[in-house]
């Protein structure tokens, strides 16, 4: 799998959450990725949410698939499935 941003986008998340998606295809493939479902939006019913972890924190990432390639749209840091996928292993 091949992997594609929006790079003034990345700038801004790097200026704004503190991560890019350098830090996030990282977690991809050192499998800190915990889940890929369907994005549950009908708006965007054509597109995918990686659920990965960064230093005990978990991420959405939504990304359109074509073929062999992911395009990440953004970087959504998630209270809810930190709590869900983490706080239950490390309390």
């Known amino acids: 799998m091949f992997y594609e941003w929006n790079s003034e986008k ?11 998606f350098e830090q996030v295809v ?3 493939t050192s499998s800190n990725s915990i889940k890929v479902e369907k994005n549950p939006n009908k708006k965007y019913f054509n597109q995918f949410i990686y659920i990965i972890k ?14 062999n390639v992911a395009f990440l749209k953004t970087i ?16």
């Open 54 to 67: 960064i230093n005990n924190y978990c991420y959405l990432i939504p990304f359109v698939k074509d073929n």
């Open 26 to 28: 990282k977690a991809i």
């Open 10 to 20: 990345n700038d801004k998340l790097k200026k704004e959450r503190g991560i890019g």
């Open 76 to 91: 959504i840091p998630s209270r809810k499935a930190t709590k869900k996928y983490i706080s239950k292993f490390i309390n």
